[in-house]
């Protein structure tokens, strides 16, 4: 595992876009910005049918595979972090499970491994990765000290209270060996902070950028990042 210092700093890893390539929204985000509710908040956070495959007020309005989404993405993983068949990785947040798939295709005889809190999404996942994800709690990851090379999590530790984001900080950096990378709910400024509070689903931890980063640091999290601003 690696060493979190006894201060407990951390060395930050580093801000990088890793998903410069996946295909930008064509939502029309004004309109969602004057649409939701908190009663959409409600029902998004309980991640069930209603927020993956119910109205799209509520979540996705119907969350299926398509390659063009993280099919040009996980190259840049690929390259950023040197991947081959040796390595393994664990995706918190996976959701059915298609990123993971896209990783088998690119890298064939990669290790995978994804857990999601939602049991709708883990009981829709691909065929493909199936027996490889499960129910779980990125607050309390069931895995051993350094069980993967690397951890991914893309827009999911954000979804929780403050407290238990710091958890899930932890749980990453436990469980990774060699690195990760996530990405949360951010901004730059207060034009960016009100935008970000209509705009939102189901985050219930949002900071600005300094924020997160001095967070990651005082959660000893030494791994890369990046954010999402609408």
């Keep these: 595992m690696k060493d979190i210092l ?64 993280w099919k040009p993405v996980v190259p840049t993983f690929e390259r950023h972090w040197n991947l081959t068949s040796n390595n393994s990785i664990l995706d918190v947040g996976c959701a059915k499970g298609f990123m993971l798939h896209d990783f088998m295709l690119a890298i064939p005889g990669i290790k995978i491994a994804g857990i999601d809190i939602s049991s709708y999404a883990i009981s829709k996942a691909m065929d493909s990765v199936k027996k490889y994800v499960k129910v779980a709690n990125a607050t309390d990851l069931p895995y051993e000290n ?31 060996r ?32 300094d924020q997160w980063k001095e967070f990651f640091t005082d959660n000893g999290y030494t791994g890369d990042y990046y954010w999402f601003i609408p």
């Design 6 to 69: 006894n201060t407990g700093k951390s060395h930050l890893g580093i801000e990088i876009d890793l998903l410069e390539n996946y295909p930008k929204s064509k939502r029309d985000l004004n309109k969602r910005l004057s649409e939701k509710t908190e009663e959409d908040r409600k029902i998004a956070r309980k991640f069930d049918a209603r927020f993956f495959d119910g109205d799209r007020k509520h979540g996705y309005g119907g969350f299926e595979y398509n390659p063009r989404f």
């Design 178 to 209: 060699k690195g990760s990378f996530i990405t949360v709910d951010a901004y730059r400024n207060e034009k960016e902070r009100e935008r970000m509070l209509a705009w939102n689903l189901t985050a219930k931890t949002i900071m600005s950028i």
């Design 146 to 176: 350094s069980t993967f090379d690397y951890v991914i999590s893309i827009n999911s530790i954000h979804n929780l209270p403050v407290d238990e984001c710091a958890k899930a900080l932890k749980e990453i950096q436990r469980v990774s």
